[in-house]
């Protein structure tokens, strides 16, 4: 006897539908996808225990006949695509044909219908992928689908659902996710009679983003146009002191369509660049439309992965569109008018530096060797005027709009960033010659990575002479960093280099960053006042002066309005 058989059609339907519906919200994203493409304008949705028990959704697109009816809940019937180059130009949602007989094979199913110019609908009843009825009914034009008992043949998928609030609040998320870019379409989702969500049909996407992200983050959004003859990339802004610790509330959208991108990601928060700290990723929502042509849909059943035929074109763009709306921001240091009111978790950790960068309490900071293109020594007059110094870690100063803090180190990280910036982009990095080169012992595996990456080590101005074993002699070093414990520095670049594959010039600015940190003034180091106001002064002739090159801010401001509040004379 043949120990390999055909599996059941009930079975090999129910595996099918694992990889379409997962939990109540995928129904509802396929069914809302499906909606949609039948050019609905208004589509509801009523959900019953976050779905578990009742899934609802109306809408007033083209409906469909009796025999459109009997032919959807078919595995791969579809009316999207004909041939095999019709995979190549997907302009739907929906195109695979899968969704409805999935979703049917693991709930029981009510299909209404009717198109505009039937006098008369349908109504279909299917359970557990199998055909019950199908019988004539008066319906308005349009289609309701309505699953009931979700996975109630398939207990040991049930079982994995969560509560019905956790549920609910997946479907309220997916639906709002799905309706983002289809702003003509009235949209409303329901549990039981309650309204959980309302979004009317605008011909503004700041609304429909308020209802995502909250109003404070929707009115305070950039937005922008990058267009090419093949690529338009629409991107919505959050301000960086909106970021989050979490990335659910970055969307990105490829023609209309909501997807989980890790490359888009990434190259929205290259496109933020130092205006986030590690680890913090923006409120963002991406747009991409490009020739169906020139992307892959056909990746997964669920169609929440694409494939770009051109995927560093596309980053690059990404990229290019983020960083010029970004630019855009008034970063005012000098007046404070408008500068940005950076909100960030206050604590010792904007005293305190990593172990690994810690240097000695003695060390002398001469500015004026960070700053060469800074030849104006008298400072602006409405530059922020130095009172002091608090706990030996940040400046104190007046603006014209109240009290300013400034954190010494970042500050003058991002100055000496800077410097090394401009000079490396300009010419080869200005080394110093030591007559007595620094010994430096590092690990097997930093050795092999200095000896791979001598050259880029040269271009940095750093030179490593390999002195036998794990020892290696720094003879030169760039002339700008004088007061760096290389010992330190040398292994954190030579780990930067191994992990990171990228192009050259993301490369080298992070390791431009990991260069100004080891330079730069520490925390509890104890500056003359000539010393404050001369860094106050460069940090107003920065390129950006709100955020060092790791993301963390720079300074942050009090105004009188904020005081006033604070000793209670105002309410």
Partial sequence: MSTIRILPEKIASQIAAGEVVTRPSSVVRELMDNSIDAKADRIDITIKRG???????????????????LLCIERHATSKIETTED????????????AIPSIASVSKMKIISRTQDDMVGHTLTIEGGTLKSIDETSSPAGTTIEVKNLFYNVPARRK?????????????DTVIKTALPFTHIHFTLKQGEKIL???????????????????????????????????????????PEFAR??????????????????????????????RLMKGQYPQAVVFITIDPSKIDVNVHPAKEEIRFHDSFKVFRAIVSTVESVLKGINHTYAGMGSAPNFTGNAGSHYIS????????????????????????????????????QLGNSYIICETERGLMLIDQHAAHERLVYETLKETIAVSPMASQRLITPIQIELSAKESTIALENAQRLAEL???????????FLLRSYPAVLDTVNWNSLIPELLLELKKDTRVREILFDKILSIMACHSAIRAKHKMAREEMTDLVRRLGMADLPTNCPHGRPVFKEITYTELEKMFKRIP
């Avoid at 995979?87 to 899968?98: P, Q």
């Avoid at 004026?368 to 922020?384: A, R, Y």
Wanted: proline residues 5%; glycine residues 10%.
């Fill in 51 to 69: 779905g578990i028990d009742l899934i609802k959704v109306t809408d007033n697109g083209t409906g469909m006949t009796r025999d459109d009816i």
């Fill in 87 to 98: 995979l190549f130009h997907v302009n739907t949602l929906g195109f695979r044909g899968e």
């Fill in 160 to 172: 994995f659902l969560r509560t019905p609030q956790t549920e609910t609040n997946h479907v309220q």
């Fill in 197 to 239: 969500t309302r979004l009317p049909a605008t011909g503004n996407i700041l609304h429909r983003l308020s209802s995502l992200m909250g109003r404070q983050v929707a009115e305070k959004m950039l937005q922008h146009t990058n267009e090419t003859p093949d690529l338009a990339i629409d991107v919505c802004l959050g301000l």
């Fill in 245 to 274: 610790k979490r990335g659910d509330r970055l969307f990105v959208y490829v023609n209309n369509r909501n997807i989980r991108d890790r490359f888009v990601t990434r190259a929205v928060i290259e496109g933020y660049g130092q």
């Fill in 353 to 388: 530096e990593p172990p690994a960068m810690e240097f000695e309490d003695d060390q002398e900071w001469i500015f004026s060797n960070t700053d060469e293109k800074d030849t104006d020594p008298s400072p602006k007059k409405d530059l922020p005027a130095v009172i002091g």
């Fill in 461 to 471: 101005g750093i030179e490593l002479e390999h002195f036998g074993g794990n020892t």
